[in-house]
């Protein structure tokens, strides 16, 4: 199976995550709040990467659903529950 990256925000250093905090505030300047304030959906979000690797279907553990929003006032309608994630932007470490 081809499995897809994606870095929780843990794994992402606190630079880069500022500056794509940033991004997004200067992308949706509006002027409207940009910050998930819920816990448990800000620990679902995600960052996902150019990275693939395949893997046997034996060595996988599970699945999960990962939704993708546009922007963060649309990943204000990501409802959590078990195994769901959401990404809205990428991270790409070697850059």
């Not at 199976?1 to 500056?19: A, F, G, I, L, T």
């Not at 794509?20 to 505030?25: A, G, S, T, Y």
């Not at 395949?54 to 990501?78: Q, V, W």
């Amino acid at each position: 199976m081809n499995v897809k990256w994606y870095y929780r925000q843990s794994e992402v250093p606190d630079s880069v995550y500022q500056h794509l905090v940033q991004d997004r505030n200067n992308e949706n300047d509006s002027g409207r709040e940009l910050v998930i304030t819920d816990p448990v959906v800000r620990s679902r979000e995600l960052f996902i990467s150019d990275y693939v690797d395949t893997y046997h279907a034996a060595a996988l553990r599970g699945k999960c659903n990962i939704s993708h929003f546009s922007d963060i006032f649309a990943a204000r309608e990501f409802k959590a529950r078990i195994d769901s994630f959401f990404y809205i932007l990428g991270y790409n470490p070697e850059t």
